[in-house]
């Protein structure tokens, strides 16, 4: 089980909903190449509005259906691993924005195995 505590940097992926790699969804791609990569964990969170670089307006509105909703990805761990992470992500976001952020992990703990 990774142990993680303290200082830790944060990178997070906005892209859209519809992009692909190898007919699979971007974050799906990057969240089990984190997982491979043995990074402490990837959560993919599903945007109801948003733009970006193309000022295009994604929205979940009736009226204005949007197939192609913002969704960011977003994973924690220690520096020197995430930004071991960071040439996956080139290879993998044509379109979208990485961000990092130093961050400070409180508390980190798995849910216990249920039998």
Do not use: N, Q
């Not at 909903?17 to 964990?41: C, F, N, S």
């Not at 220690?78 to 990485?98: Q, S, T, Y």
């Amino acid at each position: 089980m990774t142990r993680l505590t303290g200082r830790a940097l944060r990178v997070t992926i906005f892209i859209g909903e519809t992009d692909l790699w190898h007919h699979r969804p971007v974050y799906t791609e990057i969240v089990h190449r984190a997982h491979k990569a043995g990074l402490a964990g990837a959560s993919v969170f599903r945007g109801i509005e948003g733009f970006g670089a193309s000022s295009l307006i994604h929205t979940h509105r009736l009226l204005s259906l949007s197939e192609d909703l913002p969704v960011a990805v977003v994973i924690v761990d220690v520096e020197d691993k995430i930004r071991a992470f960071l040439p996956e992500l080139d290879v993998l976001v044509k379109e979208g924005l990485v961000i990092l952020d130093d961050c400070e992990v409180i508390r980190y703990a798995g849910r216990g195995k249920t039998e």
